[in-house]
């Protein structure tokens, strides 16, 4: 598989992807024509903030599987353009959180004390010592916006050199805060308390341009600093703060249009200091966020759960051998159910009973449901299954229960349209042997693999040797046939595994006869 490599990330990382067998292609000044055919072949796409992966690029990768993000922020990622394009959407939230705290409180330092200020001045031969009069953080207030990670990082590392804590943040508790040596208020209030206030929200609608001249009004005598996203902060409005002395001073490593601009206001005023989004850069974290997001390419490409997925259900890569079985099950279930049903599906129920109710089943249930849209979709899967079925306004509902009558584990899936509806049951014989076991009521034992004929027909002698015939005739080779009837001479229901497939005109000879009252004929896995 060829995995492109849009920004640079540690080689560790690429070390990682080459070993398992991968091509590694590495990108890093790729722009329009060269980017789009760059991709075409792609399985996956490793970037960090440098690469805007828009619709038009991820339509340009038909075999994409996954973007990575080497890094935590994916507002350069269109997410709901790549989950409509059944792609996974992963970044690697932990390994460049402290990189980012500890940037964050050096250009706290940085802006209190005017240290670059100071050195630019000294490296040009001015001794400016009376110039700089700068804050002692010790006992000074910090204000917080945005108390995940990176926020609480921060705190932990300012608290230790006697900062008072606030924090503004909708999405906590105040436990949470409050364990941390916080407290934790309004937005206004952050901003009235704070002498040095540092943003660590990611780049969202909700967050664009959270502060602008009113909050910096509040903010007052005091320093801003971001190293969270451009855009969450007016960078006019901060450069004008500053410059008119509202503000004491600003540090900012991340920008709304990056590379910055050179005619950027925020260039032109002393006082505002900068770094071209260095919050990243150190040596462990580039290690750490490459190597994370190696395995998670890896796990992808190999079908396995991923595990920050940001668009697809993720769980823990202990469990998942026990839930892996139950994936082909579970959509081959959804796939014949779909097909045996008259009409338009309007509910999916999956459930689960027994063993694999004490799962994380999310996976699973995405899988009913990639089965359920398998014949009508171009490309679904458990990535963008979830997302169709609200689109179509299908109610999608699961439930467990721990016992599963004569089975240690069972997954029914059922669809509904009206007040008809169909489910079909799958199970692992002898925790390995995949059997559907139920087709709309009737118990049943068949392979869910390969060519599937069901016939519904009358229960009368003669019947099974007649469609036998007629599969013989045509040269459809019989692997494995299960009948099943509710009454003795009353509706019964065959289950063909079959060698080849079954055409339309094979089925139309067979419904021909009174006897038969439908066939239904469906491709499961393995076959083209
Ligand atoms: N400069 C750099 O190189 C780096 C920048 N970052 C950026 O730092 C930021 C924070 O990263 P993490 O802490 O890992 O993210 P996180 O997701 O752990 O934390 C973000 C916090 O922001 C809060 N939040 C969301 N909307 C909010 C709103 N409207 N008002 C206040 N709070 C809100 C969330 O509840 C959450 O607690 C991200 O934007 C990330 O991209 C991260 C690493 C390096
Ligand atoms: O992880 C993040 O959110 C960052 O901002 C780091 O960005 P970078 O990988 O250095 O382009």
Request: some cysteine; overall charge negative.
């Amino acid at each position: 598989m060829k995995v492109l490599v849009t920004d640079p990330i540690a080689e560790p990382g690429l070390t990682r992807l080459r070993e398992a067998g991968h091509t590694v292609e590495t990108a890093y000044d790729a722009e329009g024509d060269a980017l789009l055919e760059a991709i075409a072949d792609a399985s996956a796409l490793v970037v960090r903030s440098g690469t805007e992966v828009t619709a038009e690029l991820l339509d340009a990768a038909p075999d994409l599987a996954i973007v990575g993000r080497a890094g935590i922020g994916v507002d350069n990622i269109d997410i709901d353009a790549a989950t409509e394009r059944g792609v996974i959407v992963a970044n690697a939230p932990e390994g460049n959180v402290r990189a980012a705290a500890e940037h964050t409180v050096a250009m706290t330092f940085a802006a209190a004390r005017s240290i670059p200020q100071a050195h630019a001045r000294l490296k040009a031969g001015e001794w400016a010592k009376g110039d700089y009069l700068g804050t002692e953080l010790d006992g000074a207030t910090l204000g917080i916006v945005g108390f995940g990670r990176v926020g609480q990082e921060v705190a932990k590392k300012l608290d230790s050199l006697g900062m008072e804590l606030v924090a503004y943040d909708p999405y906590i508790s105040e436990e949470r805060a409050a364990n941390l040596g916080a407290e934790l208020v309004e937005l206004d209030d952050c901003l009235v308390r704070a002498d040095v206030l540092t943003m660590h929200t990611p780049l969202t609608p909700e967050t664009e341009d959270l502060i602008g001249e009113e909050e910096l009004n509040r903010l007052g005598d005091g320093y801003l600093v971001n190293c969270a996203r451009g855009g969450v902060v007016d960078e006019r409005a901060l450069a004008a703060a500053v410059d008119d002395g509202t503000l004491a001073g600003a540090a900012i490593d991340v920008f709304t249009d990056e590379p910055l601009d050179e005619d950027s206001p925020l260039l032109r005023v002393d006082d505002v200091i900068v770094t071209p989004h260095l919050g990243a850069s150190t040596h462990a974290a580039q290690k750490n966020v490459a190597t994370d997001i190696a395995d998670q390419v890896l796990s992808a490409i190999r079908g396995e759960p991923v595990m920050n997925a940001l668009n697809a259900p993720s769980m823990d890569a202990s469990a998942f051998p026990r839930v892996e079985p139950y994936l082909d099950i579970a959509s081959t279930a959804g796939k014949i159910a779909t097909q045996l049903l008259d009409g338009r599906v309007e509910g999916v129920e999956v459930t689960y009973a027994g063993d694999i109710a004490g799962e994380e089943v999310d996976l699973v249930t995405a899988s009913a449901l990639q089965g359920v849209f398998e014949p009508l979709e171009w490309q679904v899967n458990a990535v963008n299954a979830p997302r169709i079925a609200e689109e179509r306004g299908i109610d999608v509902t699961e439930s467990k229960t721990h016992t599963a009558a004569d089975f240690q584990s069972l997954v029914t899936v059922t669809v509904q349209n009206g007040g008809t509806e169909i489910g079909v049951c799958g199970t692992l014989f002898a925790g390995e042997d995949p059997r559907i076991v139920r087709i709309d009521g009737f118990r049943v034992d068949a392979i869910p693999s390969g060519h599937m004929l069901v016939a519904r027909n009358e229960d009368t002698p003669g019947l099974i040797g007649f469609i036998g015939t007629v599969l013989g005739d045509a040269d459809v080779n019989i692997a494995g046939m299960f009948n099943a009837r509710e009454t003795i001479g009353g509706e019964a229901l065959s289950v063909y595994n079959l060698d080849e497939p079954v055409t339309d005109e094979l089925r139309d000879r067979l419904e021909a006869d009174e006897r038969v009252i439908d066939t239904t004929y469906i491709a499961l896995n393995g076959t083209e």
